[in-house]
């Protein structure tokens, strides 16, 4: 099947060697970068003995930590691609206000949906015993990884102790991206992972390089809204994003690519979780962001769309569903474009990061 086209007017580096016209939000951030350098380190918890005892063994996500000033911390978990860290990019200060931020990026060499969730438990319960209960903040398959995660501790009557979950344009279940029974994927993630799903094994480094490209593609096609790009990044902020978010794509190895795909497919549809009586997943304050273009990416039967925008609230008691949509005569919000589209994003990231701060001292408890 021939890739879709993007053609955006302007490359990444025209766009360098213009004056950035930046807003007063870009400009208090790099001004504040300037005068406090960030810097994630690697963070392993005090102890780990779910993810030491997991019997799937396999590569480790790495886990790094970057200080914050508050004392609600943040765990991010990202995409496919990009990594956490890069998701995050034009939100990270935000983040670093309310806390300490851990982003977990995931290796490239390898994927262990058992072994992930096991180390998402000793972060949390490490956090939990140095007297904090963190926020988790997730992107799309990142999003899907949190809501199995708090699916199967609420199987074992678990509920872990959270100080409130962020999910944005979540990908919960390969029907989210190929329907059932589909012979041609109706959205652009479909087509990239559709050779991934006939076949538990790798399905070649050529199937590996066409995906490579769709992701490349997809994100360089954020590149059309110039005027956007120019007041959201100095010219030195959009070579740095661009060459860490393309060496990451190109860096995934086909075992890596196929065992995130296999992850997916181990994954239960939000949709299958009433039967099962599993809900609500959690009592923690939630909000779930959903771009006003998630048909784009997604396919339009997806049962994590379906789930949450007919019934958020029989998940999260506590939760807040936001579409976020642009502004008249914008370009419309794409799925899980926190970096594009950051403005649209933020207000609703900022009221919600403030309600938990007024619970600051229960969350401390």
């Known amino acids: 099947m021939p890739l879709p086209r993007f053609s955006p007017p302007q490359t990444w580096y025209s766009l360098l060697h213009a004056a950035p016209l930046r807003s007063l939000h870009t400009l208090v951030r790099t001004v504040e970068e300037r005068r406090r350098p960030g810097g994630a380190r690697p963070f392993r918890p005090a102890a780990e003995p779910t993810a030491e005892a997991c019997p799937e063994q396999g590569p480790r996500a790495e886990i790094r930590r970057e200080v914050g000033r508050g004392r609600v911390p943040t765990i991010v978990l990202g995409g496919f691609v990009p990594d956490a860290g890069e998701q995050i990019f034009l939100v990270r200060r935000f983040l670093l206000s309310a806390g300490d931020v851990y982003t977990v990026h995931y290796p490239v060499q390898g994927f262990s949906l058992p072994l992930l969730l096991a180390q998402l438990d000793d972060l949390v319960a490490d956090l939990v015993a140095r007297g904090e209960r963190p926020v988790i903040f997730a992107v799309s398959f990142g999003a899907g990884l949190v809501l199995e995660w708090l699916r199967r501790a609420r199987a074992l009557g678990v509920s872990p102790s959270l100080g409130g979950l962020v999910l944005v344009s979540p990908v919960a279940c390969v029907a989210d991206v190929v329907a059932p029974g589909a012979a041609k994927p109706g959205s652009l993630i479909g087509r990239a992972l559709k050779p991934f799903l006939a076949q538990d094994r790798s399905p070649g480094e050529a199937a590996v390089e066409r995906a ?67 809900l609500p997943l959690t009592s923690a304050p939630a909000l779930v962001l959903l771009a006003e273009r998630e048909e784009g990416m997604l396919d339009a039967a997806s049962p994590t769309l379906f789930a949450f925008r007919q019934a958020h609230r029989a998940y999260f008691p506590q939760g807040v569903l936001r579409e976020i949509r642009a502004a008249p005569g914008q370009p419309p919000v794409q799925h899980a474009s926190l970096i594009f589209h950051v403005f649209e994003f933020l207000p609703s990231l900022q009221a919600f990061y403030a309600r938990l701060r007024a619970q600051r001292l229960p969350l401390a408890a």
Do not use: C, K, W
Not at 235 to 264: C, D, K, M, N
């Open 212 to 278: 490579r490209v769709l992701f490349a593609r997809m994100f360089e096609a954020g590149a059309q809204n110039r005027t956007a790009l120019r007041r959201l990044m100095t010219g030195e902020e959009l070579r740095r994003l661009h060459e860490a978010v393309l060496g990451t794509i190109r860096g995934l190895s086909a075992e890596g690519a196929t065992a995130r795909i296999q992850a997916l497919r181990a994954m239960q549809a939000p949709t299958d979780y009433f039967a099962a009586g599993l």
